[in-house]
């Protein structure tokens, strides 16, 4: 169970990441290098969107579990509030706040996302049961 765990809150940071990365590198990327913009044309909303079918749930998994091994709830606050903000950032964000504003609020929420998952994973390796040994 802690294994899965462990690979949901790797898996959710790396998702974070990725977010990261697209939102700030890849316009850079492109305007660097204009012949490309036409093969990595994708529909930011939708690649949001899509990384939300994947980051919820993997989050979720992962937060739920931690917090029945370690019992933290402010581990599980910071993430359901950076989780929140990222939701509503890719439903409504660009409406509200302009590109820039999304772009800055989704690194905000994929941050908190990613701290809290570092957290999840610290506190889960600090209140680790000592396995038995066994003596022969």
Not at 11 to 26: D, K, N, W, Y
Not at 50 to 59: G, Q, R
Not at 62 to 76: D, E, N, P, Q
Request: one cysteine or more.
């Amino acid at each position: 169970m802690a294994k899965i765990q462990e690979i949901s809150d790797k898996a959710a940071v790396g998702l974070s990441l990725l977010c990261v990365i697209h939102c700030l590198f890849f316009p850079i990327l492109l305007i660097l290098m204009p012949p490309l913009s036409g093969l990595f044309a994708i529909n930011d909303a939708l690649f949001h969107r899509w990384l939300l079918f994947a980051v919820v749930p993997i989050s979720v998994i992962a937060l739920i579990m931690g917090y029945f091994h370690h019992r933290s709830g402010r581990v599980f606050l910071i993430a359901s509030f950076g989780l929140t903000l990222l939701i509503l950032t890719a439903l409504i964000g660009h409406d509200l706040l302009g590109n820039y504003g999304e772009v800055a609020m989704t690194v905000f929420g994929s941050c908190i996302i990613a701290f809290a998952h570092i957290r999840n994973y610290q506190l889960q390796r600090k209140n680790k049961l000592p396995t038995p040994h066994t003596s022969e």
